[in-house]
């Protein structure tokens, strides 16, 4: 199997003046090609990156290709906001976050993520995730986790 090759990446790289002026270089997209252990092509792997000013992922998409190259069997798609305190210098804080997987002949099941956290320290004090998943219509699941550190008495 010596020189086999077993997968290769190409990244393009993109940069953006953030809001305090610096330059923030990023992947913005790349495509990686997998090949089995004889050689054969395995899969392709597309990815896209979105940021905004502050350098924070705003939106990502992952497109799996079948063992065809051509046709896309499961999508992942991201989209996300941020809770940004400037003046605080409290940054990267998600505030939201909507994860939606899909598949060729299966429904898209979407995950949405919010998160509150301390105005004092910026400590993530709680996250709620909801789930809806289209197999059984619209069904939302509430998951509540409130974080040991928030709002103890004493």
């Given at each position: 199997?010596?020189?086999t ?11 953006k003046?953030t ?8 992947v913005?997209d790349s ?14 792997v597309m990815?896209?990156n979105?940021?905004?000013?502050y350098?924070?992922?705003?939106s990502?998409?992952?497109?799996t ?19 940004d305190n ?11 976050s909507r994860?939606?997987?899909s598949r060729?002949?299966?429904p898209s099941?979407?995950r949405?993520?919010?998160f509150?956290y301390d ?19 619209l069904?939302?699941?509430?998951n509540?986790?409130v974080?040991?550190t928030?709002?103890?008495p004493?």
């Amino acid at each position: 199997m010596s020189g086999t090759r077993l997968s290769y990446a190409l990244n393009q790289w993109k940069s953006k003046f953030t809001v305090g002026g610096a330059v923030f270089p990023y992947v913005s997209d790349s495509i990686e090609i997998s090949y089995t252990l004889s050689g054969s092509f395995d899969r392709k792997v597309m990815t896209g990156n979105n940021y905004d000013a502050y350098g924070n992922l705003s939106s990502s998409s992952v497109s799996t290709y079948a063992t065809n190259g051509a046709t896309v069997f499961a999508r992942k798609a991201v989209t996300n906001t941020y809770a940004d305190n400037v003046s605080k210098w409290f940054l990267g804080r998600l505030a939201t976050s909507r994860v939606t997987h899909s598949r060729a002949g299966e429904p898209s099941i979407t995950r949405s993520s919010s998160f509150a956290y301390d105005s004092t320290t910026s400590i993530l004090i709680q996250e709620v995730i909801e789930q809806v998943a289209a197999f059984t219509g619209l069904r939302q699941i509430i998951n509540l986790i409130v974080l040991a550190t928030a709002h103890r008495p004493g």
